[in-house]
């Protein structure tokens, strides 16, 4: 019933198509001046998603932007809010600062396996998502520029990884002509009881007229939860603090050459998982110690851009660390029989240049050259942990502490590629667009020495006593060392048959980095006749065919957008298990199609009316699978992807005046359809089915804000999730995991102070 309501739903909202990023960025209007501000609005959107400036009306691809005013409108600040009202995308969050954005049904689970993620998410020039499969930063949304997601394949112009699309965080620049302040506070109640404290400020500093200014941006979080941790005994256990900032100094010595220096870091630092265990209650879940999912991030950046007449000439490098913690209880593995954790900490190092000369505007021709290199570094420490507890009530000896199994290793991944874009206009009606793309990956993984294992599972599981173990070496070891060779392409064709309307029809390819399995050739501990861990997996492909349009109407009172695509993609990298130790590793198995349609839409009738709507038409299954490839990973022929198969928003604002005040109402209803987890069988056991398979829930939230600004500051109050829908999000795909289901936060009421200078 509800599908269908909402599928009635969706196509009538295709015949009011438009796209919320236009309508959005400022208030709404007085009834006197809706047409001229509508049309003046659209004219200075403009995004930078094919590495030059461009009306986002003419990109001939998907493309959702959102203005810093809409995030603090809309009090977003991190990924969670972007998906919620962005059409194609959904958000996979086991819980705070780890997260997964699957573009149009185009993802797998894999971070235990070195997977990348399908989308990728850039801060600036910084590719963050090359971290793994999930992204373990959650970086705050404040005195950003702009936020651009772009849907469908990326990999002429952003390469390796963006196989589905792009996040990208421009944040924005500093201005040498005059000093401003910001800041933006934001206190909520979640559940009641649990205070939610959110900061930032911002000093732009002109240091030298015209020429050189320092911009400061810091952002405080801190968040109590709202989940009890019966094994731990601590209430609230999914606690957050985070701290960051920026620092961008920028020098302008002449009017054609500029060169910045950025500086970010974040700490953020969940003090456990936000997963729960239905059968222990909504909001409860067990584990004996808490799951840390934290990480500290720095990243340098230095772009220089130089203007010529003819040409501007862009270097970008980038420097970055990241140190992760992924502390998880495993004790689910063997249903809490005995204690068996994970104690990972990861240690990045990235190194990013790009260069690249985009032709000056004007003229039939537009094009751009660029090249492109990343290297890479990831050093973990993998112990797997007992307690002392239970070695002591087992009188289990001959280990040196509580872990019974302790190695590390690297793994450097490097990416070099060449790349251009050529735009030809045959008129201002009629012009097309040709992007090739030619890059070389490698990855080789590592094993060091010093690390042990021991027959600890063994003897737990079997429940003997007064033992001493035996402990032996973990050899190192130098694995294969991956290489690949990839083009990847684009072409499309644009036509405006009138001055208010934009059509294109684009192909475009992508694809995702090779993966080297960290423990090719291992040989199981616990049953040494399990399969041997292979060398790891080839790069996946994607082609996506994709046709839309972009258009005003009714004298700029109708913005619009519509997309439709059909994807094809195929040797789909996933994550498979080995039964008897669950040890992760990637392989390949046969192809998806994806197939779909994405609307937004904005209508401002006038005296202060707006409305602003978007949803997604989703279905995307496995379309090719042999047995084989079916017993290593546990996939089904016709399996959903991990996507709805609708999704959509619905803004209503009305602005008016109060005295001299402006104020404003506004709701949002977001709906978001079930999805399964991957996948549904037991890898190496064909047609078992999966203990830990589930779907979401489908689920609506509803959110209201009532505000009233003058001048320079804005006071908002809000309810966010007002029906307190406790529908679970996302489904942990892992049989280790006790509490693996991820809810919907608990209503949370609050109010945001702004103020600017």
Do not use: C
Request: proline share 4%; hydrophobic share 40%; no cysteine.
């Amino acid at each position: 019933m509800t599908n269908r309501f909402m599928a009635s739903v969706s196509a009538i909202s295709l015949l009011v198509l438009s796209a919320p990023a236009f309508a959005q960025d400022a208030p709404a209007l007085d009834a006197g001046d809706t047409t001229t501000e509508s049309e003046a609005r659209q004219d200075r959107v403009i995004v930078t998603a094919t590495r030059r400036e461009q009306s986002l009306q003419d990109v001939p691809l998907a493309v959702t932007a959102w203005q810093q005013e809409a995030l603090s409108e809309k009090g977003i600040v991190s990924y969670d809010g972007l998906a919620r009202e962005t059409p194609g995308i959904v958000l996979n969050q086991p819980t705070a600062n780890f997260n997964t954005i699957t573009t149009r049904g185009i993802a797998t689970n894999g971070y235990g396996a070195n997977l990348q993620a399908a989308t990728a998410i850039y801060i600036n020039e910084l590719p963050i998502s090359s971290n793994g499969n999930s992204t373990i930063l959650d970086p705050t949304l404040y005195d950003v520029e702009r936020v651009e997601v772009l849907r469908g394949p990326q990999g002429t112009l952003f390469g390796a990884n963006s196989l589905s699309g792009a996040v990208r965080i421009l944040t924005k620049a500093p201005n040498p002509n005059e000093f401003e302040a910001s800041a933006l506070v934001d206190f909520g109640l979640v559940d009641g009881d649990a205070l939610r404290q959110r900061y930032n400020g911002m000093v732009n500093l002109p240091l030298v007229d015209d020429e050189l200014a320092l911009r400061l941006v810091g952002f405080y979080r801190d968040e109590d939860g709202w989940v009890d941790n019966t094994g731990t005994g601590i209430e609230g256990a999914n606690s957050l603090e985070s701290i960051g900032g920026r620092a961008h100094l920028l020098w302008e010595p002449t009017n054609n050459f500029d060169i910045g220096l950025l500086v970010i870091h974040e700490d953020n630092k969940p003090a456990d998982s936000g997963l729960t265990n239905p059968d222990r209650g909504d909001y409860i879940r067990f584990t004996e110690r808490p799951d840390l999912f934290q990480s500290n991030f720095t990243s340098y950046n230095l772009t220089g851009n130089y203007e010529m007449d003819w040409a501007t000439l862009t270097s970008s490098s980038t420097y970055s660390k990241i140190d992760g913690k992924f502390i998880v209880d495993l004790a689910g593995t063997f249903n809490q029989a005995i204690p068996f954790a994970l104690d990972a900490v990861g240690y990045d190092e990235n190194f990013v240049q790009e260069a690249r000369l985009a032709s000056a505007d004007g003229g039939d021709w537009d094009w751009i050259i660029g090249g492109f290199h990343f290297n890479k570094r990831r050093d973990i420490d993998y112990d797997y942990r007992s307690s002392t507890e239970f070695l002591q009530a087992r009188n289990l000896t001959g280990l040196p502490n509580e872990y019974y199994q302790s190695f590390a290793g690297y793994f450097d991944a490097i990416e070099s590629a060449a790349f251009g874009e050529l735009t030809y206009r045959f008129s201002d009606q009629f012009w097309m667009t040709g992007g090739l793309r030619y890059t070389e990956t490698s990855v080789q993984s590592f094993t060091l020495p010093g690390g042990y294992n021991s027959n600890y599972l063994g003897v737990a599981l079997g429940g003997f006593t007064d033992l001493e173990l035996t402990v032996f070496p973990v050899v190192a070891a130098e694995g294969l060392k991956v290489k690949a060779d990839n083009v990847s392409y684009k072409a499309s064709a644009s036509w405006k048959p009138m001055e208010n309307l934009t059509t294109y029809a684009s192909v475009a390819t992508g694809f995702r980095s090779p993966v080297a399995n960290a423990r090719a050739g291992a040989v199981s501990v616990v049953n040494p006749n399990d399969l041997v861990i292979p060398d790891g997996a080839n790069s996946d492909e994607l082609i996506n065919y994709e046709v839309g349009m972009k258009g005003t109407f009714l004298n700029g009172k109708l913005t619009s957008n519509l997309a439709a695509y059909y994807i094809i993609w195929s040797d789909i990298q996933v994550q498979a298990n080995r039964l008897s130790d669950q040890v992760q590793f990637a392989t390949n198995i046969g192809e998806a199609v994806s197939q779909g349609l994405e609307f937004e839409a904005g209508y401002y009738p006038g005296n202060g009316f707006s409305l602003f709507v978007n949803g997604s038409l989703n279905d995307t299954e496995i379309t090719e699978l042999t047995p084989e490839e079916a017993a290593i990973s546990g996939a089904e022929l016709g399996l959903q992807l991990a996507m709805p198969n609708f999704q959509g928003a619905a803004t209503a604002r009305y602005d008016y005046n109060v005295g001299e005040m402006d104020a404003f109402f506004s709701g949002t209803a977001a709906y978001v359809g079930d999805f399964p987890a991957l996948l549904p069988n037991v890898p190496g056991q064909p047609n078992v089915p999966a203990p830990t398979f589930d779907y979401t829930d489908a689920y609506t939230v509803v959110n209201l804000q009532a505000g009233r600004w003058k001048d320079n500051w804005q006071l908002t109050g809000y309810v966010e999730n007002l029906f307190d829908d406790n529908s679970i999000t996302y489904v942990h795909p892992e049989s280790f995991v006790d509490a693996r289901y991820a809810r919907q936060r608990p209503q949370t009421v609050g109010v945001r102070v702004s103020v600017e200078y």
